[in-house]
């Protein structure tokens, strides 16, 4: 898995929290972040390789 781009910071998979609109998703079989779709906003984390939210001071 590559770093998030700039402005997003990976989310820990052991905090809880579930996958938000805007969020990026790591997808194995591409190999890039993707921006979460319908289906997959309000899954858990954990579930995911990796999930990168936008940096709050970021815009």
Same mark, same amino acid.
């Given at each position: 898995?590559? /770093?998030?781009?700039?402005?997003?910071?990976? =989310?820990?998979?052991?905090?809880? *929290? =579930?996958?938000?609109? #805007?969020?990026?998703?790591?997808?194995?079989?591409? *190999?890039?972040?993707?921006?979460?779709? #319908?289906?997959?906003? #309000?899954? /858990? @984390?954990?579930?995911?390789? #990796? @999930?990168?939210?936008?940096?709050?001071?970021?815009?």
């Amino acid at each position: 898995m590559r /770093n998030p781009p700039d402005g997003y910071s990976l =989310l820990p998979e052991s905090d809880g *929290a =579930l996958i938000q609109r #805007g969020d990026l998703l790591w997808h194995e079989d591409d *190999a890039e972040w993707q921006e979460a779709e #319908g289906a997959e906003i #309000g899954d /858990n @984390v954990d579930g995911y390789y #990796g @999930v990168a939210r936008r940096d709050s001071q970021s815009k």
